[in-house]
């Protein structure tokens, strides 16, 4: 597969502005697959594949079916985690956390061409971030969150507003968010917001999915 950003660029434009997180946890109560598609027709265009449990082979089988159809819808596909992975299926980038490989050695396993995010919780991770070359950043959680068990304190609209201003790179709000909360997390300097439980969660998927996408419009 040709990656979708080379050499690195982090999509921008209004429908890159929402960021959707199919994780594996779900795998059992839904087709990500069939999520995939239905965020592919509400005009999402930046999705992350996030495998915390399940097996190498299992991930890697996985995530190469969601890279195929997201290279077939023209999605930037993110592998969560793991840059071995993200190597094996021919992802558009890789998202760390605070306890995943160093960005500079990441950056060394990936390559040159490849996006990589970060996940930040306070105004020295997001310096060091962007000091060691981050293509974005992952910043929250903005508000309290089901989806992990044991996540970082919260920081609100206004932990968000206070880093605004010490980097220059693309933040993609996470954590607990919902539709109608967009518009102040825009106001506070949120390039974007990532979502996993609001849409896997969701009764009327493509409904929600709308709801979201009708937030940057």
């Given at each position: 597969m040709t990656a979708v950003n080379s050499p690195r660029m982090f999509p921008t434009g209004i429908f890159f502005r929402f960021y959707l997180i199919v994780d594996n946890s779900w795998a059992s109560r839904c087709s990500l697959l069939q999520v995939l598609h239905q965020a592919s027709e509400a005009g999402v265009k930046l999705v992350q594949y996030r495998n915390k449990s399940g097996s190498m082979k299992q991930a890697y089988e996985a995530a190469l079916a969601l890279r195929r159809v997201a290279a077939e819808k023209d999605m930037t596909f993110i592998v969560n985690d793991r840059c071995d992975l993200a190597v094996a299926v021919e992802a558009d980038g890789v998202h760390l956390g605070q306890g995943d490989l160093p960005l500079p050695l990441a950056r060394t396993v990936v390559g040159q061409n490849m996006l990589?995010?970060?996940?930040?919780?306070?105004?020295?991770?997001?310096?060091?971030?962007?000091?060691?070359?981050?293509?974005?950043?992952?910043?929250?959680?903005?508000?309290?969150?089901?989806?992990?068990?044991?996540?970082?304190?919260?920081?609100?609209?206004?932990?968000?507003?206070g880093v605004r201003s010490l980097t220059t790179l693309p933040i993609i709000a996470i954590g607990g968010i919902v539709p109608g909360s967009v518009p102040a997390l825009r106001r506070a300097g949120a390039n974007g917001v990532a979502v996993a439980s609001a849409i896997l969660d969701a009764v009327d998927r493509p409904r929600m999915l709308a709801q979201f996408m009708a937030q940057f419009q």
């Open positions: 990589i995010g970060v996940s930040t919780h306070n105004s020295e991770q997001v310096r060091l971030a962007t000091a060691e070359g981050a293509d974005y950043l992952g910043f929250g959680p903005i508000f309290s969150t089901r989806t992990k068990a044991n996540h970082e304190p919260v920081v609100g609209i206004q932990g968000l507003a």
